[in-house]
């Protein structure tokens, strides 16, 4: 019996071993080692196309440029150039408009005057005030249309303006008036716009070469009177 019991553990061993390397208790082929092929994580293949959530519909791409990579910038049009230079001329403007104002303080039949009384300008001798209108760029009023005279004698009546030079000079025998613009008018002594009196008579008296519009300076209303040309008063200029 104890000859028998290491025989049969002896057996057992080798059957095991058998079918460990393949064999077959009953016999038969020898069949392959049971070892599972080792795979890869299997991972989903990338969808050819997916939704694009901010669409609503599937982008055939995950990435689409807006424009082709590596391009080379490009040079500002003509059309930019010109919107570039556009506030240079809006700012140019307003020195243009400043240019187009008109020069006086006043307007008749669509030209300019400047009145000094309203600029508190009342203190030039009739050369003065030449010169300063010319200095405006423009001239001592010549008042030689009866509309126009009567429109400045109303004119400043209505402001109450004591006076002011205008551009005529009387001649030496009182018989002509004539104006800085080159025109020459006969003179009616005493007769309108001609003052009916003045400090010696009717004007002009004689003696004073400078034509001055005074406002009821003698009690005759706003008239024509010659002046001696040294006076200081306001002017009118005109363009």
Not at 109 to 123: A, D, I, M, V
Not at 141 to 158: C, I, M, Q, T
Not at 170 to 187: A, F, H, P, Y
Not at 209 to 230: Q, S, T
Request: net charge positive; aromatic share 12%; glycine share 10%.
């Amino acid at each position: 019996m104890r000859s028998l019991l290491p025989l049969s553990l002896l057996l057992s061993l080798a059957s095991a071993q058998f079918v460990f390397f393949g064999g077959n208790r009953f016999g038969g082929a020898p069949q392959p080692p049971r070892f599972q092929t080792f795979q890869g994580p299997r991972f989903a293949s990338r969808p050819s196309s997916f939704q694009d959530p901010r669409q609503g519909r599937f982008s055939s791409t995950f990435f689409r440029p807006s424009s082709p990579l590596n391009e080379p910038a490009k040079e500002p049009t003509k059309e930019a150039a010109v919107e570039d230079e556009k506030p240079e001329a809006v700012a140019a403007q307003p020195a243009a408009l400043t240019e187009s104002r008109p020069k006086g303080n006043y307007q008749y039949e669509g030209k300019s005057y400047l009145l000094t009384w309203r600029t508190g300008r009342n203190n030039f001798a009739w050369n003065e005030g030449v010169s300063y209108c010319r200095s405006q760029g423009m001239k001592l009023v010549s008042l030689d249309s009866k509309e126009k005279a009567d429109h400045f004698l109303s004119l400043v009546g209505r402001e109450r303006a004591p006076y002011f030079w205008a551009g005529g000079e009387v001649s030496g025998n009182n018989r002509q008036l004539t104006w800085l613009n080159g025109k020459t008018e006969d003179i009616k002594k005493g007769q309108h716009p001609w003052s009916f009196t003045g400090r010696t008579g009717p004007q002009p008296d004689g003696g004073e070469r400078c034509l001055a519009i005074l406002n009821n300076v003698y009690r005759d209303g706003v008239k024509f009177h010659d002046v001696a040309c040294h006076h200081r008063k306001p002017v009118v200029c005109e363009e």
